[in-house]
């Protein structure tokens, strides 16, 4: 009979590790993802594309990021703040901004600096939940 309490106490720990575990990937879950998805020259300059997702429990209702665009010498050659408009939960939206005057290869790394509006959210918690990521070979940081 010992050993029965013994593989009840067992098991009632796994099953507690694992409820933790399992609440533990549903927070990191939720994030503001942001993909730096293309770079493309334009008649303007350099046309960028970028992909969002609200994974945050609310949706944002509206949400800009200043960005800082470093040059080849990884320098800041601009900041500017890109107004990406609303963003539901769990929906992917495409947003692409046309940077005037800027040489996509001249661009070395982009950086979100802040995001100065995030309606829907509590104050630092768009900068708190953001990641970032890049499918070209420009790094993009949060």
Do not use: H
Not at 69 to 74: D, H, I, L, Y
Not at 106 to 135: F, H
């Amino acid at each position: 009979m010992k050993n029965l309490g013994v593989l009840a106490i067992s098991a009632a720990m796994a099953m507690v590790t694992a409820g933790a575990a399992f609440g533990q990937d549903a927070t990191a879950a939720a994030g503001l993802d942001v993909e730096l998805n293309a770079l493309v020259p334009s008649q303007k300059g350099c046309m960028m594309t970028f992909i969002a997702k609200n994974s945050m429990p609310t949706p944002l209702k509206k949400i800009s990021f200043e960005l800082a665009f470093f040059n080849e010498k990884n320098i800041v050659d601009r900041i500017t703040v890109l107004d990406f408009r609303d963003l539901p939960v769990n929906k992917k939206r495409v947003r692409q901004f046309d940077m005037p005057g800027v040489k996509c290869e001249t661009i070395s790394r982009i950086l979100i600096n802040d995001t100065p509006v995030c309606d829907g959210a509590a104050p630092g918690e768009c900068m708190k939940n953001l990641v970032t990521r890049s499918q070209i070979s420009v790094p993009f940081e949060g």
